[in-house]
Antibody, heavy 121, light 107 residues
Framework: EVQLVESGGTLVRPGGSLRLSCAAS????????MSWVRQVPGKGLEWISG????????DYADSVKGRFTMSRDNAKNSMYLQMNSLRVEDTAFYHC??????????????WGQGTMVIVSS | DIQMTQSPSSLSASVGDRVTITCRAS??????LNWYQQKPGKAPKLLIY???SLHTGVPSRFSGSGSGTDFTLTISSLQPEDFATYYC?????????FGQGTKVEVK
């Protein structure tokens, strides 16, 4: 079964750091670019970061650029989001998503259920 | 960044209704436009990619159209399982962006 499972979400103080993980299974992980998408409960989806298939290039939304770093370990079928200088407004569910590039337009065809990050004092 | 604007933000409809949701991009994105459905407590699901192509397993009552800056998602005959929130998303730019969502509610 094709699956993405996030972990690492927890309660953290403002200014703190956290590392999220996403474990992939059921497909050839290093064939795909991947992304992180977050969602404040009750609000819309926000793409925050994407990484190419070999991990050499990553892009970030302005809201997290300079604070978050995305990486991947293809040998472990996993990707990560290092979150530093966390702010209250970073509180959200964080989903990892597979970027299917063979459809003619990149689309997020597989999603994890998400892990919750709460930034609060 | 490319801004995506959906309308309406919410709508009320009945089973069997034809429902149309629009999405406008702040610049041309050609056909790099995807649509997702999300139900409460669940991850989003891909419905339509490349503006008009139906993703595997998605019922044929869903269709997408448009190019350039203006796009439409249509549900030809709304079913009970279609009450959800729908998002458009552009993949033209490296910095992907979503629309704010359209919630389809029971009338």
């Amino acid at each position: 079964e094709v699956q993405l499972v996030e972990s690492g979400g927890t309660l953290v103080r403002p200014g703190g750091s956290l590392r999220l993980s996403c474990a992939a299974s059921g497909f050839t992980f290093d064939d795909y670019a991947m992304s992180w998408v977050r969602q404040v409960p009750g609000k819309g989806l926000e793409w925050i970061s994407g990484i190419n298939s070999n991990g050499e290039s990553a892009d970030y939304a302005d809201s997290v650029k300079g604070r978050f770093t995305m990486s991947r370990d293809n040998a472990k079928n996993s990707m990560y989001l290092q979150m530093n200088s966390l702010r209250v407004e970073d509180t959200a569910f964080y989903h990892c998503a597979r970027d299917e590039g063979s459809l003619g337009t990149d689309a997020f065809d597989i999603w994890g259920q998400g892990t919750m990050v709460i930034v609060s004092s | 960044d490319i801004q995506m604007t959906q309308s309406p933000s919410s709508l009320s409809a009945s089973v069997g209704d034809r429902v149309t949701i629009t999405c406008r991009a702040s610049q041309s994105i050609i056909n790099y436009l995807n649509w997702y459905q999300q139900k409460p407590g669940k991850a989003p699901k891909l419905l339509i990619y490349a503006a008009s192509s139906l993703h595997t397993g998605v019922p044929s009552r869903f269709s997408g159209s448009g190019s350039g800056t203006d796009f439409t998602l249509t549900i030809s005959s709304l079913q009970p399982e279609d009450f959800a929130t729908y998002y458009c998303q552009q993949s033209y730019a490296l910095l992907r962006t979503f629309g704010q969502g359209t919630k389809v509610e029971v009338k």
